[in-house]
T-cell receptor
Framework: RKEVEQDPGPFNVPEGATVAFNCTYSNSASQSFFWYRQDCRKEPKLLMS???SGNEDGRFTAQLNRASQYISLLIRDSKLSDSATYLCVVSSYGQNFVFGPGTRLSVLP | GAVVSQHPSRVICKSGTSVKIECRSL??????MFWYRQFPKQSLMLMAT?????????EQGVEKDKFLINHASLTLSTLTVTSAHPEDSSFYICSARGGDRGFEQYFGPGTRLTVT
């Protein structure tokens, strides 16, 4: 089993739609969780950290479920500019980042 | 966020030659730098971790004699791909961590290497 798994997609959604991605991780000792966004042929950029209590940043909401070992990202009111690959990143304290394979999102006009 | 630069952004070289890629943290001291490789439609794969002033730690399956990493200062790490082959063609991305920036990694813009 891979350490971090994501549905690769693509998710094709119309503008204004709400879309959710899940990510599962296998290492129960993981302590830090992030969602990164990567545009085609560009470097990953931090979208948001994921906290135990869940957190929201504008149209984006991230949640963590430690018992089931998954994190989620919800995007409301999708914009064309949200089209990208969303990478789930998991890390244990002091350890390196482990990237998921990414989920590709295409927001259609 | 912090600023990390990479140079060059794109390089084409002939098979058998060596290529050096630089990664610089511009506004903080990076005690640790990471080198990743990304093939088309795949995720980032960590190649090696380097701490300033010490030898790099390579991930399993990554040849340390082929991918030479130097992290001589708190703002600069270099990756040299020696005797490059077409299968080394990839997107190489560095990231940096350290100083007062906590545990987060800041990524450089990447270097696209094509070996002909």
């Amino acid at each position: 089993r891979k350490e971090v798994e994501q549905d690769p997609g693509p998710f094709n959604v119309p503008e204004g739609a709400t879309v959710a991605f899940n990510c599962t991780y296998s290492n129960s000792a993981s302590q830090s969780f992030f969602w990164y966004r990567q545009d085609c042929r560009k470097e990953p950029k931090l979208l948001m950290s994921v906290y135990s209590s869940g957190n929201e940043d504008g149209r984006f909401t991230a949640q963590l479920n430690r018992a089931s070992q998954y994190i989620s990202l919800l995007i409301r009111d999708s914009k064309l500019s949200d089209s990208a690959t969303y990478l789930c990143v998991v890390s244990s304290y002091g350890q390196n980042f482990v990237f998921g394979p990414g989920t590709r999102l295409s927001v259609l006009p | 966020g912090a600023v990390v630069s990479q140079h060059p952004s794109r390089v084409i070289c002939k098979s058998g030659t060596s290529v050096k890629i630089e990664c610089r943290s511009l506004d903080f001291q990076a005690t640790t730098m990471f080198w990743y490789r990304q093939f088309p439609k795949q995720s980032l794969m960590l190649m090696a971790t380097s701490n300033e002033g010490s030898k790099a730690t390579y991930e399993q399956g990554v040849e340390k004699d082929k991918f030479l990493i130097n992290h001589a200062s708190l703002t600069l790490s270099t990756l040299t791909v020696t005797s490059a082959h077409p299968e080394d063609s990839s997107f190489y991305i560095c990231s940096a961590r350290g100083g007062d920036r906590g545990f987060e990694q800041y990524f450089g813009p990447g270097t696209r290497l094509t070996v002909t």
